[in-house]
């Protein structure tokens, strides 16, 4: 039996149903844009420990609350919070995301907000070690 015909994914040995998930690839119906981060930091902790390995779900909207996945000025790629929708100083849209844990990492407290556009996707999961959904699956 296919995956595709029962709109499954198959991400390191993880299966997904891609209904789960709720979104879709025009060019692959049923197929979910979806990708694997692995926590390298402890800014995230007791939420995230580093080698946790998380489920994203890429161009998906965001919502307060949600963790992330989002890429700051400097290139750094980070999970960090999203904490309210903030205005960029060009008058774009942007976010202010935030640690779990204020002592550690860098958030938009030193660095301020990141444009909308720099978030590249949503956490859903973490699928390794600890199994747990985050983020919302439709």
Known sequence: MKRENIGFLSIDGLDVPATLLGVGDARHPGRARVGLARVTGVSMCPTLAPGDRLLVRYAAPVR????????????????????????????GEGWWLLSDDPHAGVDSRHRGPVAASAVAGVVLARVWPRPRWFGHRA
């Open 64 to 91: 307060p609350g949600d963790l992330v996945l989002a890429r700051f000025p400097d290139g750094v790629l980070a999970v960090k919070r999203a904490a309210e929708p903030r205005l960029l100083p060009d008058g």
